[in-house]
């Protein structure tokens, strides 16, 4: 946006300027306030992350402007210290050494009792009113207790050997939070007024409106803009609208459609990252008319992924090429896990004891960004290859009854996948925390469940590739699920305002992140 | 006296059903607690919650507590928020009120007049172009027109914000998408209803009488025409509250439109309830006030 100002203004405004400093004692060209608002497209029920109910990526993307944990992962998935500065492991104990001078929002100093605290409170059950268990169990089952060890070191003791602890430290589930300031607060008000170690404070928490002031203390430099003003414009259309006009500085989940007329303003661009997170066909190995691996693999088989990815992302998601991501233990293009083969396709249909029947492809409607245009793709693929596919969006709530139920047999989901193939392996396991696979959709072998269980207590990083390849392998051959896409974020962004999208969907505005 | 008690009944009877059809749609569409809880959790979580949220005991035992609860004034713990849902959609009725009120009362003062006017220059060019825009803004989605004038008066012209609660200059686009709907209705109602008049032997006799023709209009016409205009303008408080939820959602307005939307896709009940039980006592309420109009209106309507 660019505001003109006339001659007739500038006098006006120069005299208006001179009379203010005459009478005011004050001068009138201080620094005006640095604001950045942002136009989001869904809201957190509450701001309480350590509780945050909910399947959707909501909490995930506002919990880093005000909250802190011990680590946090970078932009390339990489484990980076956050308030933890040391961290060695010993069998069943995990030592972190703490940050020294961090302060909190309300002026306090972090300690180890804080920590301790602030743990803690994940492995009640009482402090979780929403009954979720923080990504829970996954964040906790592994944890026996925690302690302090000195004034600032903790002790984090396990179940049972868990190489995966700093991953899940790393999750905004696990923000550190003050002790005296939390008990203070109660849980009402964490839920609206938190007091952490985040780069932001929030001022103010409303239905669609969220103010947020920096932190003057952050211990990782003072925060760029001064004020963060966060707003709910849940409409597609009016979001980008108001970016383009000028009120918005920032739109988040920016729609694939409106990339070009973003990227084509002269104030505007757009920023987008795969996210460590994948599309997938999730498929009915128990019931229907996908039992034969034959079929989904003739399906898997026949999906151009590089050309979705092109055609209808803009070149700007990344054709999947595994059951992982680059950079996790275990990931092998050239394994040739999951890739697209026309030929192969129609020899599996051909071996088949596929006649013609029905499948009902219900991807679920309004729910991962940009996921219709792809889904429908899909579909077209395979009726080109010579399936009778029924093409039905399903609603959120339906979708989730009759998945939950084991009626679909075949839709959509993604997987996050960042730093550890158990991350999505364990979704699968005989004891996983929810039943969302077995025993309604697949139901692995036992020597799938024997690798699962054994790699859940290796540390060798070479070891955990080698089973990661076997359990892509096995994926690969039981085409439990077919990966499409790494999904994206995309952002509209005002010029002058560096902000990156965020691979773990992040709000990132820590001072090493950005600027304005 | 007896018509005041009928009148509460039949009002308290329309609630119980709405009440009644709310409880148990929302609970045949879906299982909210299967949207709370996350991947991660446990089965044993899942039976925790549901039975912390009392969705374990019996359809029909859960409708006599929901009922009993709302006798007492206890509209339930919102599931999303965690807070009482009452005040939640307390808190955003007024914003919704700044909607909707503007709304039916700027539809029935423009819409009234040009409808008169239309009636009684039928076939002149004024006549035509009432007939033909009414028509064509009664064709428009809202949301289409919503959307459009973000654009024209938000993005291109930057006279107006695209978006959100914030001023008096932030009423102006959502209240303009909001009222062209029943506006036309309104100029169409009444222009029908003045021509009716127009033709009825009352008016010939008035004339014949030697009135003045504004005489006519004013005490006579006008006031007969005004019955079924009456009728619709107080239909319009449903139409216009349902379009709430789509104005509101278009234009970041935090109503209990956008309000409903979100519960209904969260499958929070509790709110979902809230806002119907509080939508039909709106609707009752009119309609109520819609009968005692007729009888301000028409001396010859008795209430009984």
């Not at chain 1, 903790?154 to 550190?176: G, S």
């Not at chain 1, 890739?339 to 029905?358: I, K, N, Q, W």
């Not at chain 1, 080109?384 to 839709?411: E, I, K």
């Not at chain 2, 029935?108 to 172009?129: E, N």
């Amino acid at each position: 946006m660019t505001s003109k100002i006339s001659r007739r203004h500038f006098l006006a405004l120069t005299g208006a300027t001179a009379a203010a400093s005459m009478f005011s004692g004050f001068p009138v060209f201080a620094q005006a306030e640095k604001v950045l608002r942002i136009g989001s497209n869904n809201w957190p029920a509450h701001l309480d992350f350590a509780n945050q109910a909910g399947p959707s990526n909501v909490g995930r993307r506002f919990s880093s402007l005000m909250y802190d944990a011990l680590l946090i992962f970078d932009r390339q998935g990489a484990l980076v210290p956050q308030l933890a500065t040391k961290w060695v492991n010993d069998g069943l104990e995990w030592r972190f050494t703490l940050r020294e001078g961090v302060e909190f929002h309300d002026g306090t100093t972090m300690t180890a009792d804080d920590v301790v605290y602030s743990l803690r409170r994940l492995l009640d059950p009482a402090g979780d009113q929403q009954g979720v268990g923080s990504y829970g169990t996954s964040l906790t089952r592994y944890i026996a207790d925690v302690a302090k060890t000195g004034d600032l070191e903790i002790v984090i003791t396990t179940t049972q050997p868990d190489p995966l602890m700093l991953f899940r430290m790393a999750t905004h589930f696990a923000p550190i939070v003050p002790q005296a300031a939390t008990e203070a607060l109660g849980d009402a008000g964490m839920q609206t007024a938190p007091i952490a170690a985040g780069p932001y404070k929030v001022v103010e928490y409303g239905a669609d409106r969220m103010v947020l002031e920096k932190h003057e203390g952050y211990w990782g430099g003072v925060p760029a803009a001064d004020q963060v003003i966060v707003r709910l414009i849940p409409e597609d259309a009016t979001r980008v609208g108001a970016l383009q006009a000028g009120e918005i500085d920032v739109a988040l989940n920016l729609p694939v459609d409106q990339i070009e007329t973003i990227d084509g303003a002269a104030d505007l661009g757009v920023k987008s990252i795969p996210l460590f997170n994948y599309m997938s066909v999730l498929m009915n190995t128990v019931n229907g008319p996908l039992t034969d691996v034959n079929v989904r693999r003739a399906m898997s088989l026949s999906i151009d992924r590089q050309a979705i990815v092109d055609q209808l992302w803009g070149g700007r998601s990344r054709a999947m090429d595994d059951y992982l991501l680059p950079n996790v233990p275990g990931y092998d293009a050239a394994a040739g896990n999951v890739r697209f083969d026309l030929e192969e396709a129609r020899a599996a249909l051909a071996a088949s004891s596929y006649s013609g029947e029905e499948i009902v492809f219900n991807p679920v409607a309004n729910y991962y960004s940009n996921s219709e245009l792809p889904t429908q793709v899909i579909a077209q693929m395979w009726t080109d290859l010579g399936l009778n596919v029924t093409y039905s969006p399903m609603d959120l709530q339906s979708y989730f009854q009759g998945y939950l139920a084991g009626q679909l047999t075949c839709n959509i989901q993604s997987f996050d996948v960042y730093g550890d193939g158990m991350f999505l392996y364990q979704n699968f396991m005989a004891n996983a925390p929810i039943p969302l696979y077995r025993p309604n959709y697949f139901v692995p072998s036992a020597e799938f469940d024997s690798i699962v269980e054994g790699v859940q207590t290796k540390f060798s990083l070479d070891e955990r590739a080698a089973d990661m390849r076997q359990l892509n392998r096995y994926f690969a051959e039981n085409v439990p699920t077919a990966p499409i896409y790494q999904t994206v974020e995309i952002v509209g962004v005002r010029d002058g305002i560096n902000l990156e999208a965020d691979p773990l969907f992040q709000i990132n505005l820590r001072p090493d992140s950005f600027s304005m | 006296m007896k018509v005041l008690v009928s009148s509460l009944r039949r009002t308290f009877l329309t609630i119980l059903g709405v009440l009644t059809l709310t409880f148990f749609l929302a609970r045949f569409s879906g299982d909210p607690v299967a949207l709370l809880i996350s991947q991660a959790s446990t089965g044993g979580e899942y039976a925790a919650m549901r039975a912390q949220l009392g969705l374990d005991q019996p359809v029909i035992v859960q409708y006599v507590i929901y009922l009993a609860n709302i006798a007492q004034g206890n509209f339930g713990n919102s599931i999303t928020y965690s807070r009482p849902a009452l005040e939640i959609v307390a808190a955003r009725i007024p914003a919704t009120l700044e909607l909707t009120l503007p709304s039916l009362i700027l539809s029935g003062l423009i819409g009234f007049p040009l409808g008169v006017v239309s009636a009684y220059r039928r076939g002149s060019w004024l006549d035509l172009l009432t007939m033909r825009l009414s028509l064509a803004l009664q064709s428009l989605p809202q949301f289409f027109v919503g959307i459009g004038l973000i654009l024209i008066f938000g993005v291109h012209f930057r006279w107006l914000p695209t978006f959100g609660r914030d001023g008096f200059l932030n009423l102006i686009l959502p209240i303009i998408t909001l009222t062209i709907y029943p506006l036309a209705i309104i100029i169409r109602i009444t222009r029908n209803a003045v021509l009716d008049e127009i033709g009825a032997p009352y008016v010939r006799t008035a004339h014949g009488k030697g009135l003045r023709p504004a005489r006519i209009i004013g005490v006579h016409t006008i006031p007969n025409a005004l019955i079924p205009v009456i009728t619709v303008l107080g239909l319009q408080v449903a139409g216009i509250l349902s379009g709430a939820a789509i104005i509101e959602t278009v234009f970041a307005w935090p109503g209990i439109g956008s309000l409903s939307l979100e519960a209904v896709g969260g499958r929070d009940y509790p709110i979902i309830q809230t806002v119907v039980l509080l939508s039909a006592a709106a609707f009752v309420t009119t309609n109520i006030m819609v009968d005692l109009l007729y009888v301000l209106v028409d001396p010859r309507i008795r209430l009984s």
